[in-house]
């Protein structure tokens, strides 16, 4: 990484502002906050006021909390997805079958999209895990399978099907 790179927040990032789970420092903190996508390490340090800003930044992103736009260049696509409400019902988004057992179904689609999406589904795949309804389900596969699409493409969409398939 070098002055010119540009960090955004992801998931976790997103959710250690509010959480402070991951027990950072005070300047690591205020360099999180500060992360937006757009300003660059450069940006950053001079608006921080810490020198070390790119190391910071580089402990961040080894932590799972910072990305640098090149390697997650959806990453803001990403949150606002899934801060987004479910689009209306698609012949995408068929309705989980009656009877079916809704907290396997939910654990197969959390391993899915762990697996496409990795860091950036994080919080999809804990809502997943620990759904309790067919509807609630229903609703987290929705938007799952649009930021997908809009994320990864079409082929990462099929693959999700394929995976929520398998048994």
Do not use: W
Not at 9 to 17: C, D, L, N, Q, R
Not at 32 to 47: K, M, N, P, Y
Not at 73 to 83: C, I, L
Not at 138 to 159: F, I, N, T
């Amino acid at each position: 990484m070098n002055e010119t790179t540009v960090y955004a927040k992801t998931p976790a990032g997103h959710e250690e502002i509010g959480a402070r789970k991951a027990g950072l420092d005070v300047r690591q903190r205020r360099l999180l906050i500060l992360v937006d996508g757009q300003r660059s390490v450069a940006d950053l340090r001079g608006v921080s006021g810490l020198p070390d800003a790119l190391a910071m930044l580089e402990h961040l992103q080894s932590r799972g909390l910072v990305a640098a736009t090149g390697a997650y260049s959806a990453a803001a696509a990403a949150v606002a997805a899934a801060r987004s409400p479910a689009p209306a019902a698609s012949p995408v988004a068929a309705a989980t079958p009656a009877g079916a057992d809704v907290r396997e179904r939910g654990r197969r689609a959390a391993h899915a999209i762990t697996e496409l999406l990795g860091p950036m589904g994080e919080d999809f795949a804990l809502k997943l895990e620990s759904v309790k309804s067919g509807e609630a389900l229903d609703e987290l596969l929705a938007r799952c399978r649009r930021m997908l699409g809009e994320v990864r493409g079409k082929s990462a969409l099929e693959r999700f099907e394929r995976l929520l398939e398998e048994r």
